[in-house]
């Protein structure tokens, strides 16, 4: 991965990147009452407007989660390509905690973090909330989307857990998750860091029901938007 997403020179391949948005406010731990509604940092919205500048090739679909974080992200790219189809899809984050109705900040929901995912239980859906059974039906839903198109580079500005949901189901196909899957999936989401403004590729080959997952990357950051932990800027492979 260079600092630059270049043009692919087989035929027919459809490229697209998965992005996960800038630094969020949340991610920065302030607090937040509506996870749909989380804005950028002013570091996020660095990141957003220099990944803007880092395709060679023109995309000709730009997708959005709904949600503020991704939207804001999207919206650098989207003023650069304006001949780029916009369109907004539900690539939005996995959120599996019920709302609380006042702001917290995620350090202070980490004991529900770990409770649900020690239940294990992927058809568990709170109030407000998401299962991961439904998470992985977005993924199947996005892929199969995806694999309708015949043109690209497609650019889909998305958030972290989606970006490993995509990854394990291409390398799992586990499409109806039991107790056992959802445990793997968790150890599979701390082994494979999808820091802000990181990157993931896949690749649609002619013929080919599934799509090739070449990896990710924050190497086109450059230091001063970079995460602040050296592990994370380390390329992933899963090739």
């Not at 650098?76 to 690539?91: K, L, N, Q």
């Not at 802000?196 to 924050?218: D, F, H, I, K, Q």
Request: net charge negative; charged share 25%.
């Amino acid at each position: 991965m260079t600092g630059h997403w270049g043009t692919y020179e087989e035929a027919d391949v459809v490229r697209v990147w998965l992005i996960r948005h800038g630094q969020s406010e949340s991610n920065a731990g302030l607090p937040s009452t509506d996870w749909r509604g989380i804005p950028l940092t002013e570091l996020g919205r660095g990141q957003a407007q220099h990944v803007a500048g880092v395709f060679a090739d023109p995309p000709q679909l730009v997708v959005t989660s709904p949600y503020v974080r991704a939207r804001q992200t999207a919206q650098p790219t989207i003023d650069r390509y304006p001949g780029a189809a916009v369109e907004e899809w539900p690539v939005q984050e996995f959120s599996y905690l019920r709302p609380l109705g006042r702001a917290t900040t995620s350090r202070e929901r980490e004991p529900e973090v770990r409770t649900y995912w020690e239940r294990a239980d992927p058809r568990l859906t709170e109030p407000g909330a998401e299962s991961f059974a439904g998470l992985l039906s977005r993924v199947t839903s996005f892929l199969g989307r995806l694999g309708e198109r015949d043109t690209g580079p497609v650019v889909v500005f998305t958030h972290g857990i989606f970006m490993r949901a995509v990854a394990w189901f291409v390398l799992t196909g586990v499409a109806d998750p039991g107790p056992e899957d959802m445990r793997r999936f968790r150890t599979f989401t701390s082994l494979y860091p999808v820091p802000n403004c990181g990157v993931m590729e896949l690749r649609y080959y002619p013929g080919e029901s599934a799509p090739a997952l070449m990896g990710g990357s924050t190497l086109h950051l450059p230091a001063r938007l970079a995460p602040e932990d050296p592990d994370e800027r380390r390329s992933v492979s899963l090739t």
